[in-house]
């Protein structure tokens, strides 16, 4: 059974850091690529970032440039987000998917991603 369980989540202040994992289990972490989006209470859901199969290439949505590090380690079976300088605006719930489709920079966010995690909540706030 696919299993992605992410955690990490909680309250942080403006300016603060978290890191956020994705636990996987049930496939073979190595064969997709892996997915963070959020969506923020009346927004719709946005990508953050992804990483594909190796972690030779990683996407990020313009927003978090710069601020946020996506990361895998597939035999731990782990995804990784470090999300630093860290704004109100950022505040939502998190969730890793995962997508056996190749990604590349143009199609990251629109492919299907088949696997989801239940979703971790990113306050930040002061």
């Known amino acids: 059974q696919v299993q992605l369980v992410e955690s990490g989540g909680g309250l942080v202040q403006p300016g603060g850091s978290l890191r956020l994992s994705c636990a996987a289990s049930?496939?073979?972490?190595?064969?997709?690529?892996i997915g963070w989006f959020r969506q923020a209470p009346g927004k719709e859901r946005e990508g953050v970032s992804s990483?594909?199969?190796?972690?030779?290439?990683?996407y990020y949505a313009d927003s978090v440039k710069g601020r946020f590090t996506i990361s895998r380690d597939n035999a731990k079976k782990q995804v990784y987000l470090q999300m630093n300088s860290l704004k109100p605006e950022d505040t939502a719930v998190y969730s890793c998917?995962?997508?056996?489709?190749?990604?590349?920079?143009?199609?990251?966010?629109?492919?299907?991603?088949?696997?989801w995690g239940q979703g971790t909540q990113v306050t930040v706030s002061s």
């Open positions: 998917a995962a997508t056996s489709t190749y990604i590349t920079a143009y199609t990251w966010t629109r492919v299907r991603y088949t696997d």
């Open positions: 990483i594909s199969r190796h972690g030779d290439y990683t």
């Open positions: 049930g496939f073979t972490l190595e064969s997709y690529s």
